[in-house]
């Protein structure tokens, strides 16, 4: 006889911990009875994410940056579970080398996206990049895990932290990418992870007065609308197209630029 | 500068008496402050009453090694009379020599509203024991000069001994008896602002009438933000104990010009209440010819040359 | 109100030792009496035949009548700007535009004593300021992207730049021919067209570039200069053919353009208003300090959108310098712009007058202390006085709204960590300064403080080469420097 596999229940990940909807609803998806995330737990993500992000945003680069190759090992060590659910081990490999990636330029996007400025008088002038806050991360629907590590990565590796909602029709792998992070080295509440629902979430994620980003890269429907709501706090919308580059992290940073004189 | 904690009764500064609280200043700042100052234009009728009190302020000076009697008396002359063409033209201040030419001046000024003013201290470098300077100071107070130009010892403030630079301040005072003390602190050799500064207010609590920027004798001498810096400090002692300094910046003032914009520097920083010769001096040689230039144009219209000025 | 205007009746003290009134000559300034719209390099009469005058803020004379556009005009001035976009100027050597650029900037120098009469006759502010900062600067920020134009692949690595396309630029009106440079001269260094809209009571200064733009032979159609109020800024901002819209002005409009952008996929810059925290530690110098106190306040009325609007002290040195602030400000010459020895001009406009006045009572109202030095304004024209209020609560409108306007508000701290809570306890974050002795302190400070700009030791300072926007709902997006170019470009793998 068989032995009957023990089945995981697929929560939501918020400020570390893997709690149910506070709603109590679930929805059927991929075979599992997957939390439905509601209002409520945007709102608890979001305090979740802003209580993280001055530990994270302050973080040396170079801490960031193990932290987040650390995240890329744990996947490795996860890659047949990634595999089974997002049907595509090239797309896994794809993701884990697109952390890699990401993670090593946290003590670099300030050496390329930041600049020292010879200003026409006696002051030493700087201009560094630092995280825009809270980024809320309308994650793609596909490919599940790929789509969602390439939204993800940049805003973190600037010391962003994030409010992800996950891909409503494949949220098995974001939900494991939750996990992972949770055994790595990623602070609880730098990343939070809801799934459900996008039309209901996304309105109260891009209206929420204390996200600073909202990338829309797996929004659907009435994206003008998101566009619209974001305007309410002026926040950054992010529309970076495909691939990777600094200017992907760059789309969630701030520029900061610093005048100081020069005299005896 | 209400900086000082309440102290408990009974309880004594090592160092005594306290200094005011010194604070710094930043360079960039202050100059483009006296640069900002520099370009105010003031009013045709102010210009006369500027360059007329400029002649009531000057210091005229003469601190050579070749100095004689007779380049004495003639400095004097021009110090009662700068102008003999218009006797509108008021007398200087003071003519400022060295200590041996002391009676030479007062010769020729004695009753007349023109005060002598002498160096002392091992003027200009200070670099002397302390008991030598004292008994300098305490001689040119005998030979009968109204005001001491003293010197502090850059060597003691660079090399940290603030202390022996107030004592020095404070000894020299005590042999001036009624001659007003004027105590350079050569800005040009201090490097900094902060040192500026801190050497203003060291000088103020030793017992100084005036500080001076500088002898003359060190390039570079006056200048409006070093001007500016002690003018401030002044100002912070004056608001803390109401007691008045006055201020003369000396040596590279050249132009009438230069002269309008120090008085705009004092008027915008101490008000005027500090424009009079009694708060504010000129330490200068060639100024005067200038002013008085300036004086004619601006009562004649006319550019003036300089063949028509004497050269004292 | 009443009362503050009674305490402004009190004459300065008298002094033999007075600054000469110090016109500079408005002859320079050659006006016509009515400007049509720029459009395709030439002057056309507007389609919707609205005129209106330009007011002089010193003493209220109409000094010119100019053209409100309507969306018919806008649709004509972004069609030439396609048109000369898709005919020549996108395929021109790049070293040929910034030839143009060179030679805007040189123009600039050249006339820049006409353009500060023109512009502190037309805005207010001093003569001083619009001769020793806004022309300077100006020109100066179209020599430095100029260079740029023909080495922009030298900015992003491993990247093709590409022009945007039409880029539609809507500027404010307190530095009204500055806005413009920040906004033109990065626009054409990347390859782009420009439709340009002026603030409504500040447009001669665009109005008279373009005869600059004549003199330097820019192509047709590369610069088009729309006049007009928030209807024709509207227009330009919904026209489907604009790729890119930039905007300076109040957070309030910068949120509505945001939603009227949303879901075209229109690149946006926004540069906004602020509520700067400037903050004195007690090892700070002090009387440099209170320089740029003034300096961040008083600069240009506080008609500044990084204005150090809200004084921060350490208690430890508070009456210092609040004495030393006081005695400055009597210093402060109020009066006509022209007069070289002007400190503080006069305010934009009426209505931005009446703005500042009701902040004002507000903040009377809610208990805090007012105080104004004596000085006597002029009867003609919209004045305030420099005004200082102390006693302020956080929560008082003037502690929290942008007045715009010569007030400021002094709260105190008493630790580095409250001072840091303080200033970032606004929805804000456009600029903050911080003055101490302390370079750790300067560095964690400069660190902590959630804006875009961080004068240590300074304020207001300007430069082409240095970034310039804000964090928060102060806007984003840079203007300046090499971080101005990427809102204008496209980036190609």
Known sequence: MSRLPVRKTYKLYVGGKFPRSESGRTYEVEGANVALASRKDVRDAVRAARAAFPGWAGATAYNRGQVLYRVAEMMEGRKAEFAELTGDAAEVDAAVDRWVWYAGWADKLAQVLGSSNPVAGPYFNFTVPEPTGIAGIVAPEEPPLAGLVSRLAPALVGGNVAVVLASEHRPLAAVTLAEVLATSDVPGGVVNLLTGRKRELAPVLAAHMDVNALDLAGADGDTAELERLAADNVKRVVRNGEGQSPWHAAAFLELKTVWHPIGV | ?312 | MAEVEKRQDRSPVPSAFEYAEAPESREIVRLEERYGLFLGGEWVEPRSAEFEASIAPRDEEPLAEVAYADAQDVDLAVGAARDAFANGWSDLAPSERAKYLFRIARILQERSREFAVLESLDGGKPIRESRDVDLPLSAAHFFYYAGWADKLEYAFPNRRPRPVGVAGQIIPWNFPLLMLSWKIAPALAAGNTVVLKPAETTPLTALLFADVLRQAELPPGVVNIVTGDGRAGAELVKHPDVDKIAFTGSTEVGKEIMRAVAGTGKKLTLELGGKAANIIFDDAPLDQAVEGIINGIYFNQGHVCCAGSRLFVQESVYEEVLAKLKRRMGTLRVGDPLDKNTDVGAINSSAQLERIKELVASGEEEGAEIYQPPCRLPEKGWWFPPTVFTNVAQSYRIAQEEIFGPVLSVLTFRTPDEAVEKANNTPYGLSAGVWTEKGSRILSMAQRLRAGVIWANTYNRFDPTSPFGGYKESGFGREGGLHGLGPYLELEE
């Not at chain 2, 603030?162 to 009624?178: F, N, T």
């Not at chain 2, 424009?275 to 009562?299: C, E, H, W, Y």
């Open chain 2, 1 to 312: 500068m209400a900086q000082a904690p309440a102290l408990p009764s009974g309880f004594e500064l090592p160092l005594e008496p306290r200094l005011p609280r010194i604070g710094s200043v930043d360079q960039v700042a202050v100059e483009q402050r006296a640069a900002a100052l520099a370009t105010r234009s003031i009013k045709r009728e102010s210009k006369l009453f500027a360059l007329d009190l400029a002649v009531r302020m000057m210091d005229l000076t003469t601190l050579e090694g070749a100095d004689t009697p007779g380049k004495v008396a003639a400095l004097s002359s021009k110090a009662l009379r700068p102008d003999p063409a218009d006797l509108t033209v008021p007398p200087v201040a003071a003519v400022c020599v060295y200590p041996n030419m002391v009676p030479h001046a007062l010769e020729r000024v004695r009753g007349s509203a023109v005060k002598v003013a002498s160096v002392a201290t091992a003027f200009p470098s200070g670099q002397s024991p302390t008991e030598l300077k004292v008994e300098e100071a305490a001689r040119v107070a005998e030979l009968g000069a109204d005001e001491i130009d003293m010197v502090i010892d850059r060597g003691a403030f660079l090399s940290g001994h603030y202390a022996k630079v107030y004592d020095e301040v404070r000894r020299v005072k005590e042999v001036c008896g009624p001659a007003h003390l004027k105590v350079i602190l050569e800005t040009g050799e201090l490097g900094t602002y902060d040192n500026v500064r801190r050497a203003s207010l060291l000088a103020i609590a030793g017992g100084a009438d005036f500080i001076k920027t500088s002898t003359g004798k060190i390039h570079p001498a006056a200048t409006l933000p070093v001007t500016l810096v002690m003018l401030e400090a002044i100002r912070d002692v004056h608001e803390e104990t109401g007691r008045k300094i006055g201020m003369k910046p000396a040596g590279g003032i050249r132009h009438a010009k230069q002269a309008v914009q120090y008085l705009v520097l004092v008027n915008e920083t101490l008000g005027p209440e500090w424009l009079t010769p009694d708060l504010f001096r000129f330490g200068a040689s060639s100024l005067l010819n200038d002013v008085l230039m300036q004086i004619r144009k601006q009562k004649t219209g006319a550019y003036q040359s300089p063949d028509y000025f004497t050269v004292d």
